[in-house]
């Protein structure tokens, strides 16, 4: 299983654009990159998810570089909100729930 | 998607006792999972429940001290047996639905 590695704590304000990068370098062929957002005293809750190039959908987008070695979840001008812990996973779709967590970005957004 | 809901919320408990955590998801899904999470650190897979058989647990997990049931497909428990102080922690129930993993609110287990 790929292990991933993310910066430990990110801060922001509202209304900018927050970019979270994950590295993932031991990335397999047919291992897909999720990320989840997590809130205290709730489970984890899906983003994205993606194999390569740019994945969009309401709430972020997902850029994934032509080697797959690494991945950015883009949140377009985050609120107080989007203040919660990020987790980017990688692994194979037929092995969904064997992925590995990492520690997870702590995303604090201020006023 | 799937939603996934879990009894108790939370709870406290006595060392020396049992506790079983239900897991109830709304459809169907493929595979099922049990995770432990302490207060402010990562998830951790405790084990993989499958349907009709025995659970795959992971490194560290034990079926004597961690009995899961899966009777069918959207509906799965774990106990948490012979409680201690260290036991205390959030227990998070996941399903698998088209390749997407989905996640239950947790339960929160105080061991005294």
């Known amino acids: 299983l790929a292990k991933t590695t993310q910066p430990i704590s990110m801060d922001s304000y509202e209304g900018q654009e927050v970019n979270i990068t994950c590295s993932h370098n031991?990335?397999?062929?047919?291992?897909?990159i999720t990320w989840y957002q997590q809130f205290p005293s709730q489970g984890p809750r899906f983003i994205i998810q993606g194999y390569k190039t740019k994945v969009t959908n309401e709430v972020a987008s997902l850029f994934i570089p032509a080697d797959r070695k690494s991945s950015t979840l883009s949140l377009p001008r985050v609120s107080l909100s989007d203040t919660a812990v990020y987790y980017c996973?990688?692994?194979?779709?037929?092995?969904?729930?064997?992925?590995?967590f990492g520690d997870g970005t702590t995303l604090t957004v201020k006023p | 998607s799937a939603v996934i809901s879990q009894k108790p919320s939370r709870d406290i408990c006595q060392r020396g006792t049992s506790l079983t955590i239900q897991c109830q998801v709304d459809?169907?899904?493929?595979?099922m999972f049990w995770y432990r999470q302490q207060p402010g650190q990562s998830l951790t897979l405790i084990a993989t429940?499958?349907?009709?058989?025995?659970?795959?647990?992971e490194s560290g997990f034990v079926i004597d001290k961690f009995p899961i049931s899966r009777p069918n497909l959207t509906f799965s428990t774990l106990t948490v047996s012979n409680m201690s102080p260290e036991d205390s922690s959030i227990y998070l129930c996941?399903?698998?639905?088209?390749?997407?993993?989905?996640f239950g609110p947790g339960t929160r287990l105080t061991v005294l």
């Open positions: 031991n990335i397999a062929t047919n291992d897909y």
């Open positions: 429940a499958n349907q009709g058989s025995e659970a795959t647990y």
């Open positions: 996941s399903g698998t639905s088209t390749d997407t993993q989905y």
């Open positions: 459809s169907q899904v493929t595979m």
């Open positions: 996973l990688v692994g194979a779709s037929t092995n969904a729930g064997k992925s590995t």
